[in-house]
């Protein structure tokens, strides 16, 4: 990070702001920014509107909350985040009907060699192709540079 220095001293919040008080030596100011680790703390005035942007794909309580956690933070977001989702319809739909996983899953093999898989390893300065049978789990390779 650029520019990163420490809080210590300066209390950038409202004073008696207990939430950061307790959190103060996790804090520092980047490039005018505060932040927590690698967090933007949101300001009060902002807190709505992040909230908004973090809510505007409707996924549901944990993936707000996830997303949330990875690039902001502010206090009490978890409870903030609670309670959007629950006033929110479309979230509550989604939530009575879990998401399907998307991955495919490969059709099972019945006898040796049906179904391969290729790769190529990059090992101590040499290149080899790597083929394993799906049905024994049997491997060659073969050094190809």
């Given at each position: 990070m650029r520019n990163k220095r420490s809080?210590?001293?300066?209390?950038?919040?409202?004073?008696?702001?207990?939430?950061f008080k307790c959190i103060e030596?996790?804090?520092s100011i980047v490039d005018e920014c505060l932040v927590r680790g690698n967090?933007?703390?949101?300001?009060?005035?902002?807190?709505?509107a992040v909230l908004s942007m973090i809510h505007?794909?409707?996924?549901?309580?944990?993936?707000?909350k996830?997303?949330?956690c990875e690039y902001v933070w502010c206090p009490g977001m978890n409870k903030e985040i609670e309670n959007i989702c629950r006033g929110c319809l479309?979230?509550?739909s989604w939530?009575?009907?879990?998401?399907?996983?998307?991955?495919?899953?490969?059709?099972?093999?019945?006898?040796p060699w049906e179904r391969i898989h290729l790769d190529f390893l990059d090992f101590e300065n040499k290149i080899y192709l790597l083929v394993?049978?799906?049905?024994?789990k049997w491997m060659e390779y073969e050094e190809v540079r």
């Amino acid at each position: 990070m650029r520019n990163k220095r420490s809080v210590r001293g300066k209390r950038p919040w409202r004073e008696g702001d207990k939430h950061f008080k307790c959190i103060e030596k996790k804090l520092s100011i980047v490039d005018e920014c505060l932040v927590r680790g690698n967090r933007g703390v949101v300001p009060l005035k902002l807190r709505g509107a992040v909230l908004s942007m973090i809510h505007a794909g409707h996924q549901g309580i944990e993936r707000m909350k996830q997303w949330g956690c990875e690039y902001v933070w502010c206090p009490g977001m978890n409870k903030e985040i609670e309670n959007i989702c629950r006033g929110c319809l479309m979230c509550n739909s989604w939530a009575s009907m879990p998401r399907k996983d998307k991955r495919s899953v490969w059709p099972k093999v019945v006898r040796p060699w049906e179904r391969i898989h290729l790769d190529f390893l990059d090992f101590e300065n040499k290149i080899y192709l790597l083929v394993v049978d799906a049905f024994s789990k049997w491997m060659e390779y073969e050094e190809v540079r």
